[in-house]
């Protein structure tokens, strides 16, 4: 069993900052990469910043700039630094894990239960 567990979302007026975190925890042999997704109402899920194991990063073209992943593999855990947040930012946050659980096991994705953040103009 893995589990992901997120923190720090919340309310937040437009320009200012928050951080997320998520701890991943349980059965985990290697990390391949971490990431954080976002789903606003009506809207389908869409990645937002996606890191690797080596560091190298990814991010959604309207957080380039504004957000920054970051992981520490020996705590087994992601985080997400956004800065400048616009109202289009609201959503639930979930935080996403491609692990191996054993040695012999293939790469599995795994999801946290999501914390909302929400902008306010």
């Known amino acids: 069993q893995v589990q992901l567990v997120e923190s720090g979302g919340g309310l937040v007026q437009a320009g200012g900052s928050l951080g997320l975190s998520c701890v991943a925890s349980g059965s985990i042999f290697s990390i391949n990469a971490m990431g954080w997704y976002r789903q606003a109402p009506g809207k389908q899920r869409e990645l937002v910043a996606r890191?690797?194991?080596?560091?190298?990063?990814n991010y959604e073209d309207s957080v380039k700039g504004r957000f920054t992943i970051s992981r520490d593999d020996a705590k087994n855990t992601v985080y997400l630094q956004m800065n400048s947040l616009k109202r289009e930012d609201t959503a639930v946050y979930y935080c996403n894990a491609n692990l191996r659980s054993t040695p012999w096991a293939g790469l599995g994705n795994y999801w946290g239960q999501g914390t909302q953040v929400t902008v306010s103009s």
């Open positions: 890191i690797i194991s080596g560091g190298g990063t």
